[in-house]
């Protein structure tokens, strides 16, 4: 459940200017790590907010954690499915998929020189897990009962209920190993310095950039194809277009505004400045919510009139530039189980005569004000300018009086939580390609939407059945199901599905590698041409 207050509604390619830490430090020292070609410089305008993998649940930490530190699996280039990486094998040991059973490869080593054995992956699950850090990954393990290590190279699994998903979660950055001589047990590490075994090591990170060299200890499947990664931290979308044009980075990934990605896309040769335009998979998601509680969206009438007016063509046509594609259902496409559900229910064009009949059969005759609540600073630069069109497709009917009202992160997060806000924006960026991750955490125990929506079908029975279920494609039936029930009750409405991008000056290879439904950005793809 990743980033439960770090929703990004906004395309990948759309900046999203995060806060920094103020940090300092050294990584250790890998002088002697030998990469090949040459070193590579990104610039983007996310920023990390944590380099502890233990704190970290937001997409600048989790570009560091992946390719600082080792977990037990990872996702392959271009693959949804886990394989080994630090681990020689694992595997869930009963039918119930609540023993997951993993070998560790032999002579692993952090980049300090340290051993990695199981006390050292027993110690990183069981610190997450004690630290809770509220902006941390702890969330993702509430089925882990315990931790145990027969043998240095072996480490069992214990889960409290059934989760055949475990294997997804330890190969996202929620599973980075560290050294346990390296980390405190019981309180975060503020120096902002990072020891793991991964492909690279943070040599040097600031306020500006953090400088990545290749780990000469690391053992593990990437084969790196460059000398080292420095990524350049931008306050803005401009500045970022104007480095990346200007040749003061390599590439640009995370931070362009829709409208220059969709400007050089369709640009001529000469007017892309010496640069490429390379797009990806992305199952980064946008939703419209709505308070079961409040007094107008609370109204199955009300939502399905919104369901019916819904134009998402125009909205990512004129709004995203076409930096995103309409969304159909609560699992996007490219995700086992992917529908059209809200396609089938309500159309792809809006319907004013069926969203009239709506409205009058839960008794309004009138124009129904509704207020949708979105803020600027999080979401990225194009939130707001979709619930203005939003709110001007629901006026152009006739039956809604709509408005938008924008107010800062902090005020947005204090309004949901209050249930002041009857209908607002969600967005989520998944921590792993299973569609698991795109229902427990919105209709399930606990859920992030605070929206008061609840479906004992969908909590009760199809969600712990799909849970225990490891092969992942005979669940395909259970969430097409339940997509059809969230059409049919309409507590969200998915809006838009977003694409990844990356903005490189010629002579820079590798990055369809790194733009996939995994969300892993495999520095090690990467690679540049002597004379780029």
Same mark, same amino acid.
């Given at each position: 459940?990743?980033?439960?207050?770090? *929703?990004?509604?906004?395309?990948?390619?759309? &900046?999203?200017?995060?806060?920094?830490?103020?940090?300092?430090?050294?990584?250790?020292?890998?002088?002697?790590?030998?990469?090949?070609? !040459?070193?590579?410089?990104?610039?983007?305008?996310? &920023?990390?907010?944590?380099?502890?993998?233990?704190?970290?649940?937001? =997409? &600048?930490? *989790?570009?560091?954690?992946?390719?600082?530190?080792?977990?037990?699996?990872?996702?392959?280039?271009? /693959?949804?499915?886990?394989?080994?990486?630090?681990?020689?094998?694992?595997?869930?040991?009963?039918?119930?998929?609540?023993?997951?059973?993993?070998?560790?490869?032999?002579?692993?080593?952090?980049?300090?020189?340290?051993?990695?054995?199981?006390?050292?992956?027993?110690?990183?699950?069981?610190?997450?897990?004690?630290?809770?850090?509220?902006?941390?990954?702890?969330?993702?393990?509430?089925?882990?009962?315990?931790? !145990?290590?027969?043998?240095?190279?072996?480490?069992?699994?214990?889960?409290?209920?059934?989760?055949?998903?475990?294997?997804?979660?330890?190969?996202?950055?929620?599973?980075?190993?560290?050294?346990?001589?390296?980390?405190?047990?019981?309180?975060?590490?503020?120096?902002?310095?990072?020891? &793991?075994?991964?492909?690279?090591?943070?040599?040097?990170?600031?306020?500006?950039?953090?400088?990545?060299?290749?780990? #000469?200890?690391?053992?593990?499947?990437?084969?790196?194809?460059?000398?080292?990664?420095?990524?350049?931290?931008?306050?803005?979308?401009?500045?970022?277009?104007?480095?990346?044009?200007?040749?003061?980075?390599?590439?640009?990934?995370? /931070?362009?505004?829709?409208?220059?990605?969709?400007?050089?896309?369709?640009?001529?040769?000469?007017?892309?400045?010496?640069?490429?335009?390379? !797009?990806?998979?992305?199952?980064?998601?946008?939703?419209?919510?709505?308070?079961?509680?409040?007094?107008?969206?609370?109204?199955?009438?009300?939502?399905?009139?919104?369901?019916?007016?819904?134009?998402?063509?125009?909205?990512?046509?004129?709004?995203?530039?076409?930096?995103?594609?309409?969304?159909?259902?609560?699992?996007?496409? /490219?995700?086992?189980?992917?529908?059209?559900?809200?396609?089938?229910?309500?159309?792809?064009?809006?319907?004013? !005569?069926?969203?009239?009949?709506?409205?009058?059969?839960?008794?309004?005759?009138?124009?129904?004000?509704?207020?949708?609540?979105?803020?600027?600073?999080?979401?990225?630069?194009?939130?707001?300018?979709?619930?203005?069109?939003?709110?001007?497709?629901?006026?152009?009917? #006739?039956?809604?009086?709509?408005?938008?009202?924008?107010?800062?992160?902090?005020?947005?997060?204090?309004?949901?939580?209050? #249930?002041?806000?009857?209908?607002?924006?969600?967005?989520?960026?998944?921590?792993? =390609?299973?569609?698991?991750?795109?229902?427990?955490?919105?209709?399930?125990?606990?859920?992030?939407?605070?929206?008061?929506?609840?479906?004992?079908?969908?909590?009760?029975?199809?969600?712990?059945?799909?849970?225990?279920?490891?092969?992942?494609?005979?669940?395909?039936?259970?969430?097409?199901?339940?997509?059809?029930?969230?059409?049919?009750?309409?507590?969200?409405?998915?809006?838009?599905?977003?694409?990844?991008?990356?903005?490189?000056?010629?002579?820079?290879? /590798?990055?369809?590698?790194?733009?996939?439904?995994?969300?892993?950005?495999?520095?090690?793809?990467?690679?540049?041409?002597?004379?780029?």
């Amino acid at each position: 459940m990743r980033k439960r207050d770090q *929703w990004l509604a906004a395309p990948i390619g759309a &900046g999203l200017t995060t806060a920094l830490l103020a940090l300092a430090g050294c990584g250790t020292d890998d002088s002697g790590a030998a990469g090949h070609g !040459e070193p590579v410089v990104m610039g983007t305008t996310d &920023g990390v907010k944590a380099t502890d993998p233990a704190a970290g649940y937001d =997409p &600048g930490s *989790w570009l560091l954690f992946n390719n600082v530190f080792q977990s037990l699996l990872s996702f392959p280039k271009g /693959g949804t499915t886990p394989e080994p990486e630090a681990a020689k094998s694992c595997d869930f040991t009963d039918a119930g998929s609540k023993v997951y059973r993993c070998t560790l490869k032999d002579g692993l080593k952090f980049s300090n020189g340290d051993p990695l054995t199981s006390k050292d992956v027993k110690f990183s699950f069981d610190r997450t897990k004690r630290i809770k850090d509220k902006n941390g990954p702890a969330v993702m393990f509430s089925a882990l009962d315990k931790v !145990e290590t027969p043998d240095a190279k072996t480490v069992v699994f214990r889960l409290k209920a059934a989760d055949a998903t475990f294997p997804m979660k330890i190969a996202s950055g929620a599973g980075s190993i560290v050294d346990h001589t390296q980390y405190p047990a019981d309180r975060l590490r503020t120096d902002g310095k990072a020891v &793991g075994s991964g492909v690279y090591t943070l040599k040097d990170y600031s306020r500006d950039q953090a400088a990545f060299g290749v780990n #000469g200890s690391y053992k593990g499947p990437a084969k790196v194809k460059n000398s080292g990664m420095t990524v350049k931290f931008f306050r803005s979308s401009d500045k970022l277009k104007k480095a990346v044009q200007g040749g003061d980075v390599d590439l640009a990934y995370r /931070g362009l505004a829709m409208k220059d990605i969709a400007h050089l896309g369709n640009a001529s040769l000469k007017q892309q400045h010496g640069t490429q335009v390379i !797009e990806g998979g992305s199952a980064e998601v946008m939703h419209l919510v709505f308070n079961l509680k409040d007094p107008v969206a609370g109204k199955l009438g009300v939502r399905k009139a919104v369901a019916y007016l819904l134009d998402r063509s125009t909205l990512v046509r004129d709004v995203y530039q076409r930096t995103a594609e309409p969304l159909y259902s609560v699992v996007p496409a /490219g995700i086992t189980g992917h529908s059209t559900s809200f396609f089938n229910a309500y159309g792809d064009r809006p319907q004013p !005569e069926k969203a009239k009949q709506a409205l009058r059969a839960a008794g309004f005759d009138r124009k129904v004000p509704l207020t949708l609540w979105a803020t600027p600073d999080r979401f990225g630069p194009g939130t707001v300018a979709a619930f203005e069109e939003i709110a001007q497709q629901l006026n152009a009917s #006739g039956l809604f009086d709509a408005k938008v009202r924008s107010v800062p992160t902090e005020d947005y997060d204090k309004g949901v939580s209050d #249930g002041r806000f009857g209908v607002y924006v969600r967005g989520w960026v998944p921590d792993y =390609p299973d569609p698991d991750n795109f229902t427990q955490p919105f209709f399930g125990k606990d859920s992030v939407l605070a929206n008061h929506y609840s479906s004992p079908e969908i909590s009760g029975r199809l969600l712990p059945k799909t849970a225990d279920q490891q092969d992942r494609g005979a669940t395909k039936t259970d969430f097409r199901a339940l997509q059809d029930i969230v059409a049919k009750d309409v507590p969200v409405i998915p809006i838009w599905q977003g694409k990844q991008y990356a903005v490189a000056r010629n002579g820079v290879s /590798g990055l369809e590698w790194t733009l996939d439904a995994s969300t892993v950005f495999r520095f090690w793809e990467i690679s540049k041409a002597a004379d780029a």
